[in-house]
């Protein structure tokens, strides 16, 4: 099929139709003469709906969403262990300032401990001598609660 224009003239019908009107009378193929039969990609119906829903843009909202119990278990306990790693933190961190303080505090006792010690004069101790003869002259025998000294001992030998 040709198309005979004649120069210079210009249909009226033409320039007064709007674009999407020309395209529908003199661009557009009729679709329903020419279609073609192909066998179809799927093998059965409920493949081909499954492929749609997988690929439709709203397939995923159309879908009901069941909770996956193991999922959510496991969750839950990941949860639940975050929140005792996070408590356990904190509390060992409380532990190392406590027992800091508590070091702090041991050495400016110990420090003010020695600076006493230092600022008074030793007691005078006994000598050994002193002692000696005191325990030279005296027995003294113990049987279960009972003491006995005798100091008469030493005239024996």
Known sequence: MKLERKKGVLDPELASMSLDN????????????????????????????????RTHYFG??????????????????????????????????????????????????QEELEASLASTPPAPSPTPSHVSEDLEDTLILTIGDEVLQDDDFKDIL
């Not at 395209?23 to 749609?52: C, N």
């Not at 959510?72 to 975050?82: A, C, D, K, Q, V």
Request: no cysteine.
């Open 60 to 109: 995923p909202a159309y879908r009901r969403r069941l909770a996956n119990p193991t999922s959510s278990i496991i969750h839950s306990r990941l949860e639940e262990l975050t929140h005792n790693i996070e408590h356990t933190k904190t509390m060992v961190a409380f532990k190392v300032v406590v027992n800091l303080i508590e070091h702090r505090l041991q050495q400016q006792q």
């Open 22 to 53: 020309y395209y529908e009378k003199h661009v557009k193929k009729p679709g329903g003469k020419f279609k073609s039969h192909r066998p179809a990609p799927y093998a059965s119906r409920s493949q081909a709906q499954l492929h749609f829903q």
